[in-house]
T-cell receptor, first 112, second 106 residues
Framework: SAVISQKPSRDICQRGTSLTIQCQVD?????MFWYRQQPGQSLTLIAT?????????ESGFVIDKFPISRPNLTFSTLTVSNMSPEDSSIYLC?????????FGSGTRLTVV | KNEVEQSPQNLTAQEGEFITINCSYS?????LHWLQQHPGGGIVSLFM???GKKKHGRLIATINIQEKHSSLHITASHPRDSAVYIC????????FGTGTSLTVIP
């Protein structure tokens, strides 16, 4: 299975600022996803990162708030824009293909 | 209704005990994952299963596709096993369980 390097592992940010989270995969993968885990809740899919085209967002998530890039088959970024304390969560990427999926180690974001 | 149900939600065990965490799902899947989330939030992928059984050290994961059920076993539990264990299934998308919070007491 692919190995994912997710950065940063944690950050504390001021409200109104933006944070970009990166996921680098050690091999080319078909699919990449971004998830959020709010405190005390399970992981929720934010969007599917599509290579060379706009991401596909789940209900309740919009591109202006969570812009996603996927310039190639091994890399993706998620930006949390104009942050508020409600954005304090763990953000997680996963990547893979029909042969299997792996997960990043997560980014713990605290907005103050 | 959640597509993935885990039990128990919380579990406290004495060091050395054998632990079982269960996961049931209601969707068709191509694979099931067990994830370990540490208190700081970091997530480690423990197993990916599509059939049968896998073992890694003191951890064993099994899956019964017909019954749509998986179990994660920890043998000779240790305080460092204390974490949240999350079951995730991959069907047409990923679905996640709410996690089982495990505390192992010395």
């Amino acid at each position: 299975s692919a190995v994912i390097s997710q950065k940063p592992s944690r950050d504390i940010c001021q409200r109104g600022t933006s944070l970009t989270i990166q996921c680098q995969v050690d091999s080319q993968v078909t699919m990449m996803f971004w998830y959020r885990q709010q405190p005390g809740q399970s992981l929720t899919l934010i969007a599917t990162a599509n290579q060379g085209s706009e991401a596909t967002y789940e209900s309740g998530f919009v591109i202006d708030k969570f812009p996603i890039s996927r310039p190639n088959l091994t890399f993706s970024t998620l930006t949390v824009s104009n942050m508020s304390p409600e954005d304090s969560s763990i953000y997680l990427c996963s990547a893979g293909s029909n042969y299997g999926y792996t997960f990043g180690s997560g980014t713990r974001l605290t907005v103050v | 209704k959640n597509e993935v149900e885990q039990s128990p939600q919380n579990l406290t065990a004495q060091e050395g005990e054998f632990i079982t965490i269960n996961c049931s799902y209601s969707v068709g899947i191509s694979a099931l994952h067990w994830l370990q989330q540490h208190p700081g939030g970091g997530i480690v992928s423990l197993f990916m299963l599509s059939s049968g059984k896998k073992k890694h050290g003191r951890l064993i994961a099994t899956i019964n596709i017909q019954e749509k059920h998986s179990s994660l076993h920890i043998t000779a539990s240790h305080p460092r096993d204390s974490a949240v264990y999350i079951c995730a299934v991959h069907g047409n998308q990923f679905y996640f369980g709410t996690g089982t919070s495990l505390t192992v007491i010395p």
